[in-house]
């Protein structure tokens, strides 16, 4: 493929276009809620009303309201219909010639819609993720001609540096800086590796991404290849996610096809292969060297870093990984410029960041929104809130390696830095919202259970001690704890976080830390509870030394 | 130096395509886990003969095969029953009482997470999130999701794909 045959490709696709484009969202719970079937009887009253010249039905990706799926939009109208079942999918389509559809219709000019600033969403329920065409169509693989043919390996480091990107998973580090160092290292061979082992349970951004739009993570990687001098690259899915994998082999597929991946791309001497490697159900393949002995068929057991895998990688060559999100917003920096996406977000923490947000909330769904956003805004205004008149009580950032944000701090501004003052992080992107009938102990033990099953056992603070800190919590909800049962699971805390060899360790006290540091009230109460009877002396004591420990 | 390669454990024509899966890979050792997969998706579990066979075709120590199959949660060394039933227990269905849904089935079925029920009709398994958190909390009854699920759907349902 030359350019020419991308512009005649996008031209192409634009003119089979027909006047009037109903899009049905089949990714994630959409899917779930039958969205197939209303996608087939589309189809079938278009083909019964004569409307076949003037009507097609798109298959599409996440329109990010998936709570209120499944759904339907309507283009060049814009409007948006929820709910949609296999039944009333036809009056959408006999509404087209006048009249009112049955179909619920949503607000496409609400906040949930209106404060997003959609980059890596950008095409996400509008292209048909299993053409490439499309894709094509909204200027993609553009980016990767222009990295190819326009710039030297070194302007794309720096490009990528200049726009202040930072890692999408949760850590925040520099991309460029990343790029830089792999770029620099010497391998006779190097690998680019996209982590999609979205583990962090109630997250699925990248699950959305990656259903809704798998070429924008394709190029991004095929750019990063070019950029650090690697020619082959791996996607680490995890195994939960079908259709993800699905549409990431279809994919790579027609990019192979069409000469936008494999050898040779647009017939310059550039190669680049991806290959998916499918996970197989454990959380701590998401930590970066346990992913990689993953990748080369061993047990997904971290090793300490440094050699970082920027040095010493996949089969010891240099590696660099990235985040699905990571990777997809590169095409759009590469095509916009570095300055355009620098100018976006907070001075530290760039651009925009994608979040899931699911739990006690109005509106569940994915969202895409400028960074420096405030916690209420996303809450409360995109999100709607609490369901059924509750009140919002904490949102519960970066799964069980993050912490929870109580009501009180919703006005903090999300970003790296703040979240982390906050005792959270930013993690990947999972906000799950809690309200006020949410026991944050009962939590914190849900997280610990979480961490205990799926320590890979390799260290002992972290196989040992996620097991002492379950069981402490244990007594703590079982009303059996005493005051110095609570030390001690302070001490762990210290000590896990401390002294265990990967992040799933060094994190797994944060759900404790954050609840014991906005919701000790509610330890105490479990704590005081079986001291109900006790004489008043001892109970002050009590009330003194948990003073002492907050203090502490 | 020439690998020898072991004769398929039976006649059995699943055993061709799990061939297949490591010819793809030329044989080589990093394949272990897609192989697994590939064993997995075909007989349903793994057993000591395909564990013995996949060692000995990629040439990679029994450990090792045993040792990886048994730290993946994917992997299962026991058949399931004739049909599965999945109870997700990620944050969002968590807080949406996928808790409560988890324990009427186990009441329900008398079998407990993991388990499968004596005449092997059902087995009572458990996800970490699949990602269908919008509608939270879920079940997957054998492969399809099911969303908004109470203790008492949940049960009925089950009524309605297996007798107990």
Known sequence: ?552 | MKLIKPPLPSADKRWKIVDSRMRRYSYQAHALIEVLHTVQQSFGYLDKDALKFVAAALHVPLSRVYGVSTFYNFFSLKPHGAHTCVVCLGTACYVKGGDKVLAAIESYARIKRGETTRDKQLSLLTERCNGACTIAPIVVYDGTVAGHQTPKEAVERLKGIVKL
């Open chain 1, 1 to 552: 493929m030359t350019h020419e045959d991308l512009v005649a490709t996008a031209e192409k696709e634009k003119a089979a276009r027909k006047e009037i484009r109903l899009r049905c969202c089949m990714a994630g719970g959409c899917l779930f809620s039958r969205s197939a079937d209303v996608k087939t009887a589309l189809e079938k009253a278009v083909k019964n009303n004569g409307m076949s010249e003037r009507v097609e039905i798109c298959r599409v990706g996440c329109m990010g309201l998936c709570g209120q799926g499944p759904l339907v939009g309507v283009d060049p109208e814009g409007l948006l219909y929820e709910h949609v079942t296999p039944e009333n999918a036809s009056s959408i389509v006999t509404a087209l010639a006048g009249g009112v559809a049955e179909a619920a219709r949503g607000d496409p000019r609400h906040p949930f819609f209106a404060r997003q600033m959609p980059v890596v969403l950008a095409r996400s329920g509008r292209v048909d993720p299993e053409r490439i065409e499309q894709y094509i169509e909204s200027g993609g693989y553009s980016a990767l001609h222009h990295v190819l043919f326009e710039m030297q390996p070194g302007q794309v480091i720096q490009a990528i540096a200049k726009s202040g990107l930072r890692g999408r998973g949760g850590a925040g580090y520099p991309t460029g800086l990343k790029w830089a160092t792999v770029a620099k290292s010497a391998g006779e061979r190097k690998y680019v590796v996209c982590n999609a082992d979205e583990g962090d349970p109630g997250a699925f951004m990248d699950r959305s991404v990656l259903e809704s739009d798998p070429h924008a993570v394709l190029e991004g990687m095929a750019i990063a290849g070019r950029a650090v001098g690697a020619d082959q690259g791996f996607i680490y899915v995890r195994a939960e996610y079908p259709l993800a994998i699905n549409r990431l082999q279809i994919a790579i597929q027609q990019a192979k096809r069409h000469g936008l991946l494999g050898p040779g791309i647009f017939e310059s001497s550039f190669n680049f292969n991806v290959d998916v490697r499918i996970g197989a159900g454990a959380f701590v393949c998401g930590e970066e060297t346990a992913l990689m002995a993953s990748i080369e068929g061993k047990r997904g057991q971290p090793r300490p870093r440094p050699p970082f895998p920027a040095e010493h990688g996949l089969w010891g060559y240099p590696t660099l990984l990235n985040n699905v999100e990571t990777f997809a917003n590169i095409a759009p920096i590469i095509s916009r410029g570095a300055d355009w996406y620098a100018g976006l977000g907070t001075e530290k923490s760039k651009g925009t960041k994608v979040f899931s947000l699911s739990g006690k909330i109005r509106n569940t769904g994915v969202i895409e929104v400028e960074m420096g956003i405030t916690i209420r805004e996303i809450v409360e205004e995109l999100g709607g809130g609490a369901l059924d008149g509750a009140k919002v009580k904490a949102v519960q950032t970066g799964g069980p390696s993050g912490g929870c944000i109580p009501a009180a701090h919703f006005e903090t501004p999300v970003d790296y830095e703040s979240l982390l003052k906050l005792g959270s992080i930013m993690g990947s992107g999972g906000m799950v919202v809690m309200d006020e009938h949410t026991n944050m102990v009962e939590l914190a033990r849900f997280y610990m259970q979480f961490c205990m099953e799926e320590s890979c056992g390799k260290c002992i603070p972290c196989r040992v001690g996620t097991v002492e800190m379950y069981q402490l919590l244990t007594r703590l909800t079982e009303h059996k704890a005493t005051l110095r049962d609570l030390e001690q699971l302070e001490e762990l805390c210290d000590l896990v976080q401390n002294t265990s060899l990967c992040g799933l360790g060094q994190s797994a006290p944060n759900p404790v830390l954050s609840t014991l540091r906005y919701f000790r009230d509610e330890y105490l109460e479990l704590l005081q509870a079986q001291e109900d009877g006790s004489s008043d002396g001892e109970s002050s004591s009590i009330a003194r030394s948990s003073k002492s420990l907050a203090q502490m």
